[in-house]
């Protein structure tokens, strides 16, 4: 090799370019001091460039000078008629307003970019929160972003997760145990189970509380697994019967226990008009503490941003 070759890196670069004088950040002003420059050029006065861009004086003359320094030539003539760009400054001010306005594009872009993300909102819930949380949060986000359209997609724990890893939803909702794998959390309310039965069964006659034992051996009509309300319910009791039914829907377990089907553990969200209206009959039970955390949910590393985090927002309000 040549000593003319001696600063050309393997793939052809010129190294000595590479590394001179440190990154490009160390050698090249900021946006704010450029535009500093720009004013100055335009206004012929430092004093009126520091009130157009809402900085003192002295802070002004101080950013010209570090630029100066930073540079290693003179920029500006100061005198009391007033600022006066050098040739050297006159030919900095070409340049930097070549960068200002790439600056702007950017600026630009990325603003298209953010219009674009809080145009639309996927969320994914499982059942329960679906249908008697999320309503009341998504009108308060309308009232927020009435342009922003949002769609849901309710299933249970396991499909709230598998929506969110495939990237089929930027924010998720569920009621398991534990936060699936793959996924950050934040418990946004606590919420009780409870044993329900039409007024005709044997259980809404009872006069003592019901045996976590008997409630276990039980069959009962039941969520299908993966939802959050069968894993508590599972964890709690340490195994269930065969189920008597097993259905999709939070609406559609009521619907079998109010037909007198058998009896059925839901969330105390989703049976207050049937209790109230005593078209169900909540059954006490000892021994068991049927409570669970309810979450919110997204892609690890990934924290919600735009109607997202606000909508995480309205569910802590």
């Known amino acids: 090799m040549s000593s003319g070759d001696s600063t050309r890196s393997t793939d052809g670069h010129d190294a ?37 861009l809402g900085i003192t004086q002295p802070a002004a003359s101080s950013r010209i000078r570090s630029m100066e320094r930073q540079l290693g030539v003179a920029l500006v003539d100061r005198s009391p008629r007033g600022s006066r760009l050098t040739d050297a400054g006159a030919l900095v001010t070409d340049w930097a307003r070549r960068i200002v306005e790439a600056a702007e594009a950017f600026d630009a872009g ?45 299933g249970n724990s396991a499909a709230v997760a598998e929506r969110l890893l495939s990237d089929e939803a930027d924010l998720g909702f569920v009621e398991g145990l534990s936060v699936p794998a793959g996924l950050d959390s934040a418990v946004i309310a606590h919420d009780r189970l409870i044993v329900v039965a039409a007024p005709g069964h044997p259980w809404a006659r009872r006069r003592r509380p019901l045996a976590a034992q008997e409630l276990a051996a039980t069959p009962l009509i039941l969520r299908e697994k993966g939802s959050g309300t069968r894993q508590v319910l599972d964890a709690a009791l340490g195994g269930l019967a065969r189920p008597l039914i097993e259905l999709s829907s939070t609406t559609a377990v009521k619907a079998a226990v109010v037909g007198g089907a058998g009896p059925a553990v839901l969330s105390e969200l989703a049976v207050g008009e049937e209790l109230s209206m005593r078209r169900l009959v909540p059954v006490p039970v000892e021994g068991i503490a049927l409570t669970r955390d309810l979450r919110a949910v997204w892609p690890t590393g990934h924290r919600p941003t735009g109607p997202a985090r606000e909508l995480l927002s309205l569910t802590r309000a």
């Open 16 to 52: 000595s370019r590479q590394t001179a004088g440190g990154p490009l950040a160390h050698r090249v002003p900021d946006l704010g001091a450029l535009e500093l420059l720009l004013a100055v050029a335009r206004l012929g006065s430092l004093g009126g460039a520091a009130r157009e």
């Open 110 to 154: 990325a603003q298209a970019l953010r219009d674009r993300r809080d145009s639309r909102l996927r969320v994914a819930a499982s059942m329960t929160i679906a249908e008697y949380l999320l309503p009341g949060w998504l009108l308060a986000l309308r009232a927020q972003r009435p342009d922003t359209a949002v769609s849901l997609l309710a």
